[in-house]
């Protein structure tokens, strides 16, 4: 999985990446905000803004596309995009806030999550834009909003959701014995997020809400921005987590699974 990290700002000069985890699942996108420089009948651009991977945005041709977002000066700091084609030779990404560039033109590494980590900015306008395309340009999923930055950094015993790989597969193998191939059956990402030490009023209001939405959505996860970039995840969350106070003075704790698009 990749990840597109940019410390490009409107206003500040350094963005907001640090070695504390990065959950981004609000966003201001939605049917009535976004807009597009073409799509297809089958494929509009309504569809990407369901968190659903099966249901895609296509544009009509390789020319240049834009992806607009009509954000009314709402406080967005991130930008996520899930299951994409955008990894073609040639193909540049880059975004402009009110038509001012912010994150120049660059490659997409491979065709999973890719998030932008942006300094906090309220533009009227979120435009990204994609040229170069070989391929017509497909993505199901984009987030455009405010991140959560996780209260404690995770270390021992982590497993970076890129490297959680769960495969099913069958291995063939000949009558005489021989290794004829593997055939992929199924494939995701999973692994376990433990945060300790928990300040009560930062997990009531900012963590809880997450796990307690109706339904829950997926969310773009970074576990350590600064220094393993690549490492970012478009993952739900399995099961049903539970707090439990680990301290006397109310401090909490929390351990939780996420699943990850492959």
Known sequence: MSTLISNRMVLSPVANISKFGIMGFQTNANE???????ETMDSPISNIVNPATSYRWSASSTATQSIYISNSN???DY???ASHNLAQLGLTVSIYYDGILVVPAAAVSDNQAILFALNLASPATVELRITGATTIPQIAVLYCGLALRLERSIYVGHTPITMGRDRKAINGVSENGQYLGEAVLSESFSTSVRLQNLTPAWYRSDLDPYFAAKPRVPCFYAWR?????DEVGYCWVEGNPRPVNSLSNGMMSIDWTFRGLA
């Open 32 to 38: 009535a905000t976004v807009s597009a420089t073409s």
């Open 225 to 229: 921005p600064d220094g393993y970039a």
């Open 79 to 81: 930008i996520g995009i």
């Open 74 to 76: 709402k406080e967005i």
